[in-house]
């Protein structure tokens, strides 16, 4: 069929829709390529944090939920009740520490926790802190015995170092100090808890060995 002169601009017309619909489709395909790669890298990301020993999110909320519940048993926080003999302590921790245990349930694991307070102060003695623990309390550190799985070399233990007032402190590289702390490296809470005698990472007592 011989193609009249006036069927020239449809034609012509046709054939620009069909270019832009093939370009359209061609970008927004290039566009969703680009959107599934950075999703894939958040992604990664987001893994890489869970996977990591300590600081990840996980383990904040974890502590975050942790320090509230210690709150709610009078075990840290202003109407602590001081239930606890001060003793003088090795370094790292405090030159006075008092330490208190209990089983709590944090987000439905439950589990025993021991809750060690770190006193400082110059020629602190342990009637100071008797006297006003509120005063020289410089950081709560706490284990708690998690689920198995969480990490079955280490006993399971999960740490923290929380400032006076519940916020999660750093080490010097600014990691934040929750969760198996420093899993891997030479020093740290895993490292020296180690050494504990019993095998059963803790220091005062071979309770859990
Ligand atoms: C260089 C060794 C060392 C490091 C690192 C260390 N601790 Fe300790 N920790 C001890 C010693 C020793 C004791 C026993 C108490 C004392 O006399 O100081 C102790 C006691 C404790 C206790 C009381 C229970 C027990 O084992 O007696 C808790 C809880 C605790 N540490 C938590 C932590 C947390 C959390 C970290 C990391 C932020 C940490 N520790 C890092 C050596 C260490």
Redesign the pocket.
């Known amino acids: 069929m011989a193609v009249s002169i006036n069927m020239v601009p449809k034609l012509f017309f046709s054939f620009i829709l069909v270019i832009i619909f093939l370009f359209t489709t061609a970008c927004s395909q290039q566009e969703q390529e680009e959107e599934a790669e950075t999703q894939g890298e958040q992604q990664g990301q987001q893994q890489m944090k869970q996977g990591q020993p300590f600081g990840g999110d996980e383990d904040l909320a974890f502590a975050n939920a942790l320090w509230k519940e210690m709150e709610k048993s009078n075990l840290v926080g202003e109407s602590r009740i001081v239930d606890s003999e001060p003793?003088?302590?090795?370094?790292?921790?405090?030159m006075i520490?008092d330490?208190s245990e209990q089983k709590v349930t944090v987000k439905g694991i439950e589990g025993d926790l021991?809750?060690?307070r770190n006193y400082g102060g110059d020629g602190l003695t342990v009637v100071d802190v008797k006297n006003d623990p509120a005063k020289y309390l410089e950081a709560v550190?706490?284990?708690m015995k998690r689920e198995e799985g969480y990490d079955d070399e280490n006993r399971n233990w999960f740490?923290?170092?929380y400032a006076p007032d519940g916020t999660i402190?750093k080490?010097p590289k600014d990691a934040l100090?929750a969760g198996r702390?420093?899993k891997g490296a030479p020093?740290?809470?895993?490292?020296?808890?180690k050494?504990?005698p019993g095998g059963d990472?803790?220091?005062?007592?071979d309770r859990f060995k």
């Open positions: 003793y003088k302590g090795a370094p790292p921790h405090g520490l330490v021991v809750v060690k550190t706490i284990m740490y923290v170092k402190m080490n100090l702390v420093a020093t740290g809470c895993i490292a020296c808890h050494s504990a990472y803790l220091f005062i007592h």
